[in-house]
Nanobody, 125 residues
Framework: QVQLVESGGGAVQAGGSLRLSCAAS?????????MGWFRQAPGKEREFVAVIMWSDREAYYDDSVKGRFTISRDYAKNTVFLQMTSLKPEDTAVYYC?????????????????WGQGTQVTVSS
């Protein structure tokens, strides 16, 4: 079992920044996994934002956030971060941390084994 605890959501104006954190605990003692972020806006499906490979920090982003968001990780603390800058109203969503027992890229929700509870991000114009 893996537990994911997210923090850092909130409300900002367009152009602002937020930093999300997700701490993993439980069965995580391995370099063979990846952690990512997805988001879900009201009435829409959950969509991929970014993912990082735990072993080599290789990162992948959705085109909608590339250049504005940065995913990173603290290996010792089993924590992944999402630094969000130049936020837009269309970034408004509940952001979910996701954990996968495989060190490989995937942007599909079904590929991930565990999910956090979600944290709300609201960007006003």
């Amino acid at each position: 079992q893996v537990q994911l605890v997210e923090s850092g959501g909130g409300a900002v104006q367009a152009g602002g920044s937020l930093r999300l954190s997700c701490a993993a605990s439980g069965r995580t003692v391995s370099s063979s996994y990846s952690m990512g972020w997805f988001r879900q806006a009201p009435g829409k499906e959950r969509e991929f934002v970014a993912v990082i490979m735990w072993s080599d920090r290789e990162a992948y982003y959705d085109d909608s956030v590339k250049g504005r968001f940065t995913i990173s990780r603290d290996y010792a603390k089993n924590t992944v971060f999402l630094q969000m800058t130049s936020l837009k109203p269309e970034d408004t969503a509940v952001y979910y941390c996701a954990f996968r027992f495989l060190n490989a890229f995937s942007n599909h929700t079904g590929s991930y084994n565990y999910w956090g509870q979600g944290t709300q991000v609201t960007v006003s114009s």
